[in-house]
């Protein structure tokens, strides 16, 4: 072989020259490839991050829709423990209100029964009166009539209208067993409607003319005889009254 200037080459220097060569071309090559290969590790990188946010919004939009599912399911929660409560209410009230919806308050309760206020002429309630009777005298000449004192107190606080009538406070002349005589017994009118104010008494009187009385109305006028006696004041209201004890000559 013959170099440029025409003198002969070697072997040697010959394929020492081709390994350089080649060599350099090997390192062109291999620069290429890497250059090739780093632009493709480029791309990739900007293709994932590309992806990236777009998995993260969607990740945050299943996310958001989560957390707008989940009031909803809180309000069905909300409404059956309602609906469980209301048909417990329903049930454990249904004998008095029937259930929540027998009430006006916003519980379910039943609006409490306010009392209208009392009037005067409304009768007076049996507990609030006390009755007593007495006797203006324990013993009776012969000839001599007994009169009694019936007293009526209202404890109530209102003023309200008692019947102080023969009929409902009736005053029984009693001599042992024997049932002497009685206000009630054909009286035509047995009642009398009196205004009773609080704390101040109601006094009437009756005086016994001494004579036998009969529920029948029989027609038999006898006079009672000596002894002793007892009258008995029975009526509506409280009837606490002791029986008050005399004798007649």
């Known amino acids: 072989m013959a170099s440029s200037s025409g003198q002969p080459v070697s072997?040697?220097?010959y394929w020492?020259?081709?390994v350089v060569v080649l060599a350099a071309v090997l390192v062109v090559v291999a620069l290429v490839a890497w250059a090739c290969q780093a632009q493709s590790s480029s791309g990739d990188g900007e293709q994932q991050a590309s992806v990236d946010p777009g998995s993260e919004e969607d990740g945050e939009g299943d996310e958001g829709s989560e957390d707008e599912e989940s009031p909803e399911e809180d309000e069905d929660t909300a409404d059956a423990e309602d609906e469980e409560n209301g048909d417990s209410d329903g049930d454990g009230d249904g004998g008095g209100s029937?259930?929540?919806g027998g009430g006006s308050g916003g519980d379910g309760e039943a609006a409490p029964d306010i009392p209208a206020p009392r009037q005067a002429s409304d009768p007076c309630?049996?507990?609030d009166i006390v009755v007593t009777a007495e006797a203006d005298e324990s013993d009776y000449a012969s000839g001599e009539e007994p009169t009694f004192s019936l007293s009526v107190v209202n404890l109530g606080e209102q003023t309200c209208t008692v019947d102080v009538g023969p009929a409902t406070m009736e005053l029984v002349v009693k001599s042992g067993d024997d049932r002497v005589?009685?206000?009630a017994d054909c009286v035509d009118n047995g009642s009398r409607n009196e205004e009773l104010e609080q704390g101040r008494p109601l006094t009437t009187t009756v005086t016994w003319d001494r004579k036998r009385s009969w529920e029948d109305c029989r027609d038999d006028d006898k006079n009672a005889g000596s002894g002793t006696y007892q009258?008995?004041?029975h009526s509506i209201y409280d009837n606490g009254a002791e029986p008050v004890v005399f004798r007649l000559k």
């Open 11 to 13: 072997p040697e220097t």
């Open 98 to 100: 029937g259930g929540s």
């Open 16 to 18: 020492r020259r081709r």
């Open 125 to 127: 309630r049996p507990q």
């Open 231 to 233: 009258a008995e004041l």
């Open 181 to 183: 005589f009685s206000t």
